[in-house]
């Protein structure tokens, strides 16, 4: 899918590769950059992720990448779990964010799936999140998941 962001800029959203996965997790650890100072720890989930884990992660989930000009900007991830659809960490290089490629990407991985239900997780702390998964129709659903001492996960839910 080619997508036209602005006057001269072109974004292609498509499956992500094997070969593509050293560029991803670079971008992971860029994207996630923030959230491990805004919860003040550098080994949160999903930093310390190696190569291995991201492939053997990948296998089970369709995986899509944002690019532009030949460079991934962005990336995200789901799988089904009975009749849910699960997406995960979906990302964007901060020098690329507030220009609609999160919003692209969670249209594209939606599309990937004829799901009833879509779940997802983010921080607590995690503001631009939750207004970006408000926006396109997820609400929260009042779960917590603890993943470490100064870190929670927060549920939210879409219903097609």
Request: with cysteine.
């Amino acid at each position: 899918m080619s997508i036209i962001l602005e006057p001269g800029v072109r974004l292609i959203i498509s499956k992500a590769e094997e070969k593509d996965l050293p560029e991803i997790l670079e971008l992971q650890r860029l994207a996630f950059y923030e959230n491990s100072i805004r919860y003040k720890d550098p080994n949160m989930p999903p930093m310390p992720q190696t190569l291995e884990e991201l492939k053997e992660e990948s296998m089970g989930q369709k995986f899509l990448k944002a690019t532009e000009n030949g460079m991934i900007v962005g990336a995200v991830r789901g799988r089904m779990d009975g009749d849910v659809c699960r997406i995960s960490k979906m990302m964007v290089r901060p020098d690329h964010q507030n220009r609609g490629i999160g919003q692209k990407l969670m249209a594209a991985i939606e599309a990937e799936f004829n799901a009833r239900i879509y779940e997802l997780r983010t921080g607590h702390l995690d503001e631009k999140n939750d207004f970006l998964y408000k926006k396109l129709g997820y609400v929260l659903t009042g779960e917590k998941e603890k993943i470490t001492d100064t870190m929670w996960f927060v549920r939210f839910r879409k219903e097609i």
